[in-house]
């Protein structure tokens, strides 16, 4: 998959001589592409200034440099868990982005990475009854547990539940859904912030992974949203779902640019195996290489 960066890139270079034109244009398709005003000028000026350091005028010379400037700004997630001590992912994320999905396939990596390893699912979103019979549903297809209680009930309590069934069991990964009411923010961060205090409590922070799961096709939203869970609660890392044609691209660079905020997966499809560990070689590949 290409994303239509490469082709625009590619016209620029062609069609213009390397002069302050060139570098607008590149500038435009840059933040076209979602990666925002300010790091798209920033970059540009960086790329103009090493062209003059390094008296490079010819298009080859500069095509690898943009892409050099470009791939600093994005963070790459290892991820690995301990399969000694009890595990816990919660996943984050405003409502419609594909959370229930993502963690119905990250549930499904982890069975298939740690050979089997049990899961249990926690239904922490009780603010809509829907979420939970969806990771009812996934639990079902997937053979794993699902700790649930009534809807509305405290989501904290859900996950503390949760935490002391696994330990009970001996089960090593919990992955908990979350609610995400960006339509009310003092209510979602003072929910979160309550969680994550829960989980704090009872899970050492190296076992304990806060995952947000953004439509890499909502452009300067997903930054948003990223911007206002990362002060919530603060955040590992980015799964990207919806990732194909439809997006532009970009805003993993944004994100990554301006917030630090790694990324570590990256959904492809509906179906439980369209998940992939993020790659930035491969991500940069698709976004600027023709």
Sequence with gaps: MKFALAEKIKSIFIKNKIDDVFYEDIEDALIESD????????????????????KLTDQEALYPLLKEIISEKILEYNFSIDLQKLNLILFLGVNGVGKTTTIAKITKFIQNEYKGENVVLSAADTFRAAAIDQLKIHGERLGVRVISQEHGSDPGAVIYDTIESARAKGEKVI????????????????????????????????????????????????????????????????????????????????????????????????????????????YLDNLLDV
């Design 35 to 54: 990666m925002g005003t300010a790091l798209s000028v920033e970059m540009v000026k960086k790329l103009k200034a090493e062209a003059a350091k390094n």
């Design 175 to 282: 992955i908990a859904d979350t609610a995400g009411r960006m339509h009310n923010k003092t209510n979602l961060v003072k929910e979160l912030q309550k969680i994550d205090k829960v989980i704090k409590s009872k899970i050492p922070t190296e076992n304990y992974f806060k995952f947000l799961v953004i439509d890499s096709t909502t452009g300067q939203n997903g930054f948003n949203q990223a911007e206002i869970f990362n002060e919530a609660i603060g955040v590992d890392a980015i799964v990207l779902t919806k990732y194909d044609s439809a997006s532009k691209g970009g805003i993993a660079v944004s994100i990554s640019g301006k917030l630090g905020i790694p990324f570590v997966f990256i959904g492809t499809g509906e179906k439980y195996d369209n998940l992939k560990k993020f790659n930035k070689k491969e």
